[in-house]
């Protein structure tokens, strides 16, 4: 997608348990990696928030939407410290422990 459609993809992450908001995530993470210079603009759209909504236990995101906005969060926060002070303020830290229990499976 373009650069133009980042407030439409922006507006695909809520609710966050859809299949939309799962693309969306995927679609921001390629897009971010693709054009960096395109993270501020995502952060002014509020995409860092909604992101972290959607690793919230409560949203009820599948995994795989889980792993899209986790990839997508740290494509854009990579290096960039606005990115990073806005997820911990959302609370990402927190949410880590139980995202990385879900990526790692216990062992049989």
């Not at 993470?29 to 971010?32: G, I, L, Q, S, W």
């Given at each position: 997608g373009s650069v133009g459609d980042l407030p439409s993809i922006v507006n695909s992450l809520e609710p966050p348990d859809t299949s939309e908001a799962e693309q969306a995530a995927l679609m921001l993470?390629?897009?971010?990696r693709q054009n960096p210079q395109c993270r501020a603009t995502l952060l002014e759209l509020g995409a860092i928030s909604r992101l972290v909504n959607m690793?919230?236990?409560e949203a009820q995101v599948s995994d795989n939407g889980k792993m899209n906005a986790l990839g997508?969060?740290?494509t854009?926060?990579?290096?960039?410290?606005a990115v990073q002070s806005v997820a911990r303020e959302e609370g990402?830290?927190?949410?880590?422990?139980q995202l990385l229990d879900m990526s790692n499976p216990t062992e049989l």
């Open positions: 993470d390629t897009t971010a690793l919230r236990p997508a969060l740290d854009l926060s990579a290096g960039d410290t990402v830290l927190q949410l880590l422990p």
